[in-house]
């Protein structure tokens, strides 16, 4: 089973208001969907990866029989959620490094669906029936409920101003719609956050063995890649290394774009196969469709990439 999306608001003011509405904070981590209907837990990805061995701190959910629950993997630093105290965790295969890592700095499952009980189908009840639902469970150790808030723009402003990234606004009456992008969930942020693939690379001027920038792209509705810009911001530390060896076996003559990239960002670019994937935070994108001041948060493979829009 694929999680359900939410549509994007073009602004924070086209986020819905009313009474039919609920409110909650868009955490910034890894979408789960914790599945006990086998009879043993498995943790799977919005791409359908099973994680079940990257987080043994939440082995406790074995326990909800039949359950199936949809929520966000979170890692704190600084007191609140932080995507690249994450990025540790997100590709980790090995259970002996999984469990020290989780004895270190546990994460924790932020959940606010159940698809599934004790094998019942809740996916064609209502938000306020499932969420009833969840509020009766018994949550183990690191899982704890998403809360829910009645006020959209109190609750902006306050995510707004502990650094959150953004609100999700769910209609009381929608039922779950696996794998699909709903207008029943709308969602705002205060910086827009993508994935996108790396199509190449250009190196630090300064340390020509090290990456000091990436040229992303997204798919259009024919198959071809659109350049979304250079992204350098953010590649500093561990990530930089860990794209090196992603990256460098993908090499290729030519470039992958279906369009001319410019020659201000292609000027000594290392071409590639487009299929490492990336998480971008950036501004706004621009007429050209280029993302303004991008900043790259890490690598993902839980994730799928985001079409391109035309603006």
């Known amino acids: 089973m694929q999680p359900m999306l939410a549509t994007r608001a073009a602004t924070p003011a086209d986020l819905p208001r009313g009474p039919e509405w609920a409110y909650e904070v868009k955490w910034d981590g890894v979408r789960l969907l914790a599945d006990t209907t086998s009879g043993r837990l498995r943790l799977v990805t919005r791409n359908g ?6 987080y043994p701190e939440l082995a406790g959910l074995s326990r909800l029989e039949g359950a199936v629950l949809d929520g966000e993997v979170v890692a704190m630093a600084g007191g609140i959620p932080s995507f690249e105290a994450l990025a540790e965790r997100m590709h980790v295969r090995d259970a002996a490094r999984a469990r020290a890592l ?7 499952l932020l959940v606010f669906d159940v698809l ?23 949550l183990p150790v690191n899982v704890q409920l998403s809360p829910v808030y009645p006020d959209a723009d109190e609750l902006w402003d306050v995510t707004l ?3 959150l990234e953004g ?7 929608s039922v779950y719609q696996p794998g699909r992008r709903s ?13 996108a693939l790396v199509g190449g690379w250009r190196v630090e001027t300064t340390a020509r063995d090290r990456i000091g920038s990436l040229l992303l792209g997204a798919p259009d509705a024919d198959g071809a890649l ?3 810009g250079r992204a350098g911001s953010g590649l500093g530390g561990p990530l930089a290394g860990r794209l090196a060896p992603l990256l460098e076996p993908l090499e290729r003559p030519s470039s992958p774009f279906g369009e001319v ?19 971008i935070t950036y501004l706004t994108r621009m007429r050209s469709g280029r993302m303004r001041q991008p900043v790259v948060r890490g690598v993902r493979d839980d994730a799928v990439v985001d079409p391109w829009e035309d603006l």
């Open 161 to 163: 101003q502990h650094g």
């Open 102 to 108: 989780a004895d270190r700095a546990p994460v924790t």
């Open 261 to 279: 990239v410019p020659a201000v960002d292609a000027r000594g670019a290392h071409w590639c196969e487009p299929t490492v994937l990336v998480d």
């Open 226 to 228: 659109r350049f979304l």
């Open 116 to 138: 599934s009980l004790y094998g019942v189908d809740l996916t064609r009840r209502s938000f306020d029936e499932r969420r009833a639902t969840l509020e009766r469970l018994e």
């Open 167 to 173: 609100v999700l606004a769910k209609r009381r009456t």
């Open 49 to 54: 990866r099973d994680a079940t061995v990257a």
């Open 183 to 195: 207008a029943d969930w709308i969602k705002a942020a205060h910086r827009t956050t993508r994935t």
